[in-house]
């Protein structure tokens, strides 16, 4: 049993089917958030700060010495500060810049600065 069916015959059971072919496709929106924002913003540059070099920690010692250029005389304070953990360096470098101007150096004491 074969049955010709027209082009008519074959649209109405399409729409039967599937429904109407010529109702428009259903249009979703998307929000998109991002939609209203430009690719390119320009920002205005804020001036770099210069960091000011951290100072390193040096330690240091204060040297106190009695100098005079008359054996037993009239002396006078002297202090020295040096760059140096070591007690004895610090003596001995106070000392030697002492001894170019001053005959006689006695060293009074030595302490260590903050």
């Not at 430009?38 to 540059?45: E, F, G, H, L, M």
């Not at 330690?59 to 760059?83: C, I, K, S, W």
Request: charged fraction near 25%; charge should be neutral.
């Amino acid at each position: 049993m074969t049955v010709e069916l027209t082009e008519e015959d074959e649209e109405d059971m399409r729409q039967a089917l599937f429904g109407a072919s010529h109702a428009p496709a259903p249009q979703v929106t998307i929000h998109d958030p991002m939609a209203h924002i430009p690719d390119v913003v320009i920002v205005a540059s804020v001036p770099a700060r210069k960091k000011k070099p951290s100072k390193a920690f040096t330690p240091r010692m204060r040297v106190t010495l009695q100098v005079g250029n008359v054996f037993e005389g009239a002396t006078q304070a002297y202090v020295h500060e040096a760059d140096t953990i070591s007690r004895l360096l610090a003596e001995q470098e106070s000392v030697k810049a002492a001894r170019k101007k001053y005959r006689y150096v006695e060293v009074v004491s030595v302490k260590a600065i903050g």
